[in-house]
């Protein structure tokens, strides 16, 4: 090995990952070949929304013999182990949606698996199910259990969190202000639609019991089989398999696909796979949160806020999943990028009879700050001043308090996000331009007008308040033979970056060349437990681990070398002759960080990214169709480890906002999904993506990885939707508060007098 001679941190080297994916030689979960006698699994599920389950009926003319069949009575604590433990492994008593597993199937003749799939009757007696939020929260009918020491036992919610500051007699607050401002802005169910659908493999052994797959979290999924099995943690070895994306949506879920497989494996004795396909993924699995938000705001005539009232009502669906994590990144980013003196933000979460929602990419704030920028260009619009003076007034900056209190120490990026995304677009004389391009359009008979729109926005990184104390996060780095590095850390690369990311930064902690640091397989088996790759913490709060521990190994190294002489190579080697070099860190956020769960208040994240977006649309007057030629992204990432991917990062989050934005619509009836397919869900492919022009800003954190990285996997999804609508309304008049923003929606609040 060759001692280093070049930087790796800051330089957009090649994704280490690239090229066995490019070349089609990268294992995905399907590309694994079987295991001797593997069967084939499969899902019956429920068609109704809500019912009593009475009975299964297996047709007598079908032949069972070389079927394995599980049903919940097979299974040995029937409860799917995340944050509560309402939602059962396989359906026993009652259905509570549309989907609801409720058998299992495996064989060996996939064509003979699916015709036992339509040998299998449920008889269910159909309940009243509930669809709507506001109706569920009402609780004329209750449909979802609280367990034990969970929820509001006898109504449907789930959680409930509760924001105040300044000001106790928030009503009085508001109206005493010059100008009131009130609006309902919603939001609606979204699909991940990650490129490679939910699956894993099954098998027991003398070892055990062993999954690979398709996981983001291998820790999340082997607490869940430890709690159904009762198997000690030795026991129960997970692997992630190369992940075809994830974007939340197999944070939670491929526990319950793990376990589905695992029952069938155990009952069989044979390896089972289970993977689903496209319809069924996006019917089954979770979806991003609906939501409603409803806001009163005071502000004085010259337009500086003063006060606001929020209420977020959540649909989590049938169960809880991860929506209290989700509600409560809601509720943190309601307020926005400002400063407001006086704040009641509410935030609830509600059960309904649709599958439950769960993770996506931003988890909770897109929906928040889609209304607060919404309400911002509403207050403009009612003072009659620019929206972008509005937000220069009142942007927070370093020293000012956020909603909870936190006082922004360091990192703090909104204003220079601003300012860098309005010279970059040069928005002022492009809207100037563009009002005269449409006018000579207008006079020409053309029937197509363009908009300028922009938000502004911030996102919390790492886990919220005392949730990376509360995770311990642990990562080892290894010395092996000849000086090579390996990281040990069970924070996955899901597409995002994270073996190349890690390696630089281990590369340049420990003094060596990026080829030689190698990168374990996640799996229970030989990595800790680093915490879930979730919530933007993997290279601010993972990574600056992974960078310690490597400096460590580096030092111990170095010094032997100053000791003894040699290289970097043979100087590791005569340590390891003297014994195994291995070390292991437990990541501690910075001691500023106070926050207290039970009141909400104190520093509800270590520091924020920030980002300012400017969209300019297209829209067709007659078909009210929406095209986005240009798109303007000025993000601070703290510190761009690996540049290109960075771009990547902010780039791929937003074109997911515009599709969030314009096209991507869930079609529900009675509860089924009426479009599971990718040719009736539409999102955005690569000729719907706008050219973008997307500037890095960098505003370090002193205590982020490679000089001051810090999260930015979630920001991006956040501010695209209200950039887009803004300029929906410049290009035609029509103020939209309700996504998404289709052809339909657009004429009826066009046939409304031009808002909805």
């Not at 604590?77 to 509560?84: D, E, G, K, S």
């Not at 989907?99 to 309940?127: G, N």
């Not at 911030?458 to 780095?477: D, I, P, Q, W």
């Not at 190294?557 to 292991?584: H, P, Q, T, W, Y």
Request: charged share 25%; proline share 6%; with cysteine.
């Amino acid at each position: 090995m060759a001692d280093k001679t070049r930087h790796a941190v800051g330089v957009s080297v090649p994704r280490v990952d690239g090229a066995p994916k490019v070349l089609g030689t990268a294992q995905y979960v399907d590309d694994i070949p079987p295991r001797h006698g593997e069967l084939f699994g499969a899902t019956v599920r429920s068609p109704v929304a809500r019912g009593r389950l009475r009975s299964v009926r297996f047709d007598p003319s079908f032949d069972w013999s070389d079927v394995t069949v599980v049903s919940a009575k097979d299974v040995p604590h029937n409860r799917v182990a995340l944050i509560a433990d309402d939602q059962p492994v396989l359906a026993d008593d009652v259905v509570n949606h549309v989907y609801e597993p409720v058998v299992l199937l495996a064989c060996a003749d996939r064509q003979k698996l699916a015709r036992a799939k339509r040998a299998v009757s449920l008889d269910i007696d159909p309940l009243e199910p509930v669809f709507d939020a506001g109706r569920s929260l009402a609780g004329d009918v209750v449909v979802w259990r609280a367990p034990d020491g969970f929820g509001e036992p006898g109504t449907n919610v789930m959680k409930r969190y509760l924001i105040t500051k300044g000001a106790d007699a928030i009503d009085d607050e508001i109206a005493r202000c010059a100008v009131v401002t009130r609006g309902v802005y919603s939001s609606h169910h979204q699909e991940q639609l990650y490129i490679e659908t939910q699956g894993v493999i099954a098998w027991w052994d003398e070892a055990g019991l062993h999954v690979i797959g398709s996981i983001q979290c291998p820790y999340y999924v082997h607490k869940a089989l430890l709690k159904t099995f009762d198997l000690t943690a030795e026991r129960a070895l997970v692997t992630q398999a190369v992940t075809g994306g994830g974007f939340g949506g197999k944070e939670e879920y491929p526990s319950v696909i793990a376990l589905h497989a695992a029952l069938l494996a155990k009952r069989s004795g044979r390896p089972v796979r289970l993977i689903y396909d496209r319809a069924e993924d996006i019917e089954a699995t979770t979806k991003r949160h609906p939501c409603q938000v409803e806001i009163v705001s005071g502000s004085d005539a010259d337009g500086t806020l003063r006060a606001v009232k929020m209420r977020v009502v959540m649909d989590a669906g049938a169960y809880v999943t991860l929506t209290p994590v989700v509600l409560s990144r809601g509720v943190l980013h309601a307020a926005g990028a400002y400063r407001w003196p006086n704040v009641r933000i509410e935030g609830i979460a509600v059960a309904t009879n649709t599958p439950p929602n769960g993770a996506f990419r931003g988890f909770g704030a897109p929906q928040t700050i889609w209304a607060i920028e919404r309400h911002l260009d509403a207050i403009a619009r009612q003072l009659s001043v620019d929206p972008i003076a509005l937000r220069r007034k009142n942007i927070l900056v370093e020293g000012d308090t956020t909603a909870t209190g936190q006082v922004l120490r360091t990192s703090v990026a909104g204003q220079e996000c601003l300012e860098t995304a309005l010279a970059a677009s040069d928005y002022f004389a492009r809207r100037a331009e563009i009002e005269k391009i449409n006018a000579e359009r207008r006079a020409r008979g053309e029937r197509k007008a363009l908009g300028l729109g922009l938000s502004v926005f911030m996102h919390g990184a790492g886990f919220t308040g005392s949730g990376e104390r509360y995770l311990k996060g642990k990562v080892a780095v290894d010395l092996l033979a000849g000086g090579r590095l390996r990281i040990r850390t069970a924070s996955t690369d899901i597409g995002q970056g994270t073996e190349t990311v890690f390696r630089q930064l281990a590369a340049d902690a420990a003094g060596v060349a990026l080829e030689d640091v190698d990168f374990a397989v996640p799996s229970t088996a030989v990595v800790p437990d680093s915490g879930p790759t979730v919530a933007s913490r993997t290279v601010m709060v993972v990574g600056s681990i992974v960078e310690a521990a490597a400096r460590e190994v580096g030092a111990r190294v170095k010094a032997e070398r100053e000791a003894s002489g040699g290289s970097f190579a043979e100087a590791a080697d005569r340590l390891l002759a003297r014994g195994d070099i291995s070390v292991l860190l437990q990541y501690e956020p910075p001691g500023y960080v106070q926050w207290d769960d039970t009141t909400y208040k104190g520093d509800a994240y270590p520091c924020f990214g920030w980002m300012c977006d400017v969209a300019e649309v297209e829209v067709d007057l007659d078909t009210l169709e929406t095209t986005v030629p240009r798109f303007f992204i000025a993000g601070d990432v703290g510190k761009a480890i690996n540049p290109t991917m960075c771009k990547g990062q902010l780039e791929g989050g937003t074109l997911q906002a515009i599709g969030w934005a314009l096209w991507e619509e869930v079609v529900w009836k009675d509860g089924h999904i009426k479009n599971p397919r990718m040719t009736n869900y539409i999102v955005p492919t690569a000729l719907d993506a706008p050219p973008f022009e997307t500037t890095l800003v960098e505003c370090p954190f002193p205590f982020g990885p490679g000089g001051g990285a810090k999260g930015i996997g979630e920001l991006p999804m956040d501010g695209g939707a209200p950039a887009i609508a803004a300029a929906v309304e410049h290009a035609t008049g029509i103020s939209m508060t309700h996504l998404p923003l289709t052809p339909e929606r657009l004429f009826a609040a066009a046939s409304q007098g031009g808002a909805e």
